[in-house]
């Protein structure tokens, strides 16, 4: 075990889900991403644009049925990142970013 996997205090899921996240670097954005793993505390997702470490972040992601074991589940989340890393020869960034706030969405 890693120094990485000694601080998760929650269980990760690798879910690739499309996302789109909204935040601002000076004017307001919004930029499709997919997550790469998912946890009660936190997300991971690739994109392809820049964003900042301490910006702050808000995406809605649908939990498909195969998780949830009944019907998909949308939820709003609300956090802020707190790594970036480059993703080799993709070109985009991998964005691990903490989730504050977050709120379960009625219907779809």
């Known amino acids: 075990m890693n120094e990485r996997d000694?601080?998760?205090?929650?269980?990760r899921f690798s879910l690739k889900l499309p996302i789109a996240v909204k935040y601002?670097?000076?004017?307001?954005?919004?930029?499709?991403?997919?997550?790469?793993?998912?946890?009660?505390?936190?997300?991971?997702?690739?994109?392809?644009?820049r964003i900042q470490e301490g910006t702050e972040i808000e995406f809605t992601l649908t939990l498909p049925p195969e998780i949830t074991m009944t019907?998909?589940?949308?939820?709003?989340?609300?956090?802020?990142v707190v790594r970036t890393e480059e993703n080799g020869t993709s070109g985009g960034l991998s964005i691990a970013a903490v989730i504050d706030e977050y709120e379960f969405l009625a219907g779809a």
């Open 24 to 49: 601002e670097n000076g004017e307001a954005r919004e930029r499709p991403a997919v997550t790469r793993d998912v946890s009660a505390r936190g997300i991971c997702f690739n994109v392809d644009s």
């Open 71 to 80: 019907e998909s589940i949308h939820v709003r989340c609300k956090g802020r």
């Open 6 to 11: 000694d601080k998760r205090a929650t269980r």
